[in-house]
């Protein structure tokens, strides 16, 4: 079958002097944009100034930036002078998320604006929907603060969802089972103009798209914390998963799991190092992979882990999976070694009851099993 006609084809390959202008012309317009960004009065200088500034002081100072979004219009009026200049240029804007159509049903997707340091903010659309629905995502809570100013609200809904956190699970002592449950508030209408102030660590949203696009600008400030970032289920308020919240330790997360999608079994140095980790999150992740790629290698360090880790989760998790790897004693004294297809170990009887599911040479199962399991 032939392949589907693309923009792509019309792409001037063999026209050197027209690409060498389109390099020149998006070279020029970065530039111009960072020379603007850095000037005293830029939004990089405002954002360096509020370098050792709480969350809340950050938000504040920058709030500006969202309320009075003209240098927004005048940034994205250069874009698009620059595609008129040559269709095949690329603005330097960097995408996120959306899906290939554009229309409805695409996932949120946007621009990024800024990423400096802690501080994020970003240009975010909702495509319109022919049917709105409740949100069927989960609900995510990132420790940190945000600011969401609605240009366009498209006709959507907002629905809040809140969690409590205490002083001392911020300060490290999180765990799945003591974890509060999620509420979440009716939906209400969205209103253009309208800005939200958000606690992210407690507070967090989603929306029903309506039946135009919806566009807002959100302001993100999220430092270094020991909370994990957790996900819930709205529907039920249940917690779902948990992971590391640090940026450093997400990067290390999906090297790792990219690693074990390769079968890089020399790479388990690595994997054994980020089991020490601060965050018990990154921790169980790159134990849990290390698992799905090499069970033999991951024993020494997954019985480590089930005696001396200092999350009591982690510790439950890791014994738990290393009753799956361990040999089944027999009535009289002796040893069945009943090996598994799946990780080449022994298991044990009742250890499926008490114990994430089994990892797999492809890691299925061990997604399915976050740390720390409630």
Sequence with gaps: MPAAPSRHDHFPRADRARRTAIRHAVSELAAAWTA??????????????????????????????????????????GALALLRADPFARPPLRAFGGGEGGGAGDAPGGLVLADRGTVRLTLRLWPAAARPAPPAAPAIFVPGRAALHILVSGGAQLCLHRVAVTLAEEAGAFTARAAAPCHTTAARPLHRGETLRLDTARQSFSLIPGGRDTLLL????????????????????????????????????????????????????????????SDFAARWHAMRELIALSPAAARAPLTRMAAHDPHPEVRAAAEATLALLSPLPLAGG?????????????????AAEHAPPKPSPKGEGLKEAPCPAP
């Excluded at 850095?38 to 954002?47: E, K, S």
């Design 36 to 77: 603007i960004d850095t000037a005293p009065d830029g939004l990089l200088a405002a954002i360096d100034a509020q370098a050792d500034a709480s969350p809340d002081a950050a938000i504040a100072a920058l709030l500006p930036w969202l309320t009075d979004p003209g240098w927004l219009a005048a940034r994205l009026a």
């Design 218 to 277: 959100e302001l993100t400030v999220q430092p270094p914390s020991r909370l994990p970032i957790r996900s819930y289920d709205p529907a039920t308020g249940r917690l779902l998963h948990v992971s590391a919240s640090r940026r450093d330790s997400s990067f290390r997360a999906m090297a790792l799991t990219l690693l074990r999608h390769l079968g890089r079994a020399d790479a388990a140095p690595l994997f054994d190092a980020e089991t020490h980790s």
């Design 334 to 350: 002796g040893v069945t070694r009943h090996v598994t297809r799946d990780t080449g170990g022994p298991v044990t009887p009742n």
